[in-house]
């Protein structure tokens, strides 16, 4: 693969990762708590487990950026 198809490939990937737009389900959720539609506990779950995912993909961001060659 020639370096500039690997760059190509790598912001293929990473925009993929930028679509899942975790902040807007994060947000709704909020307003889901805010408006009664959820309790605290299960927001909190909630975040929790978004945080966790947030981490998770932070990590596969990372890994990829290193199998590419391509520091972002």
Wanted: hydrophobic fraction near 35%.
């Amino acid at each position: 693969m020639t370096p500039s198809a690997r760059i190509d490939a790598f912001f293929a990937l990473d925009s993929e990762f930028n679509q899942l737009e975790l902040d807007t389900y994060e947000n709704q959720k909020e307003a889901e708590y805010r408006n009664g539609s959820l309790s605290w506990e299960q927001y909190r779950t909630l975040e929790l487990q978004l945080e966790q995912i947030e981490d998770r993909l932070d990590n596969a961001q990372d890994s990829l950026e290193l199998h590419f060659g391509v520091d972002d």
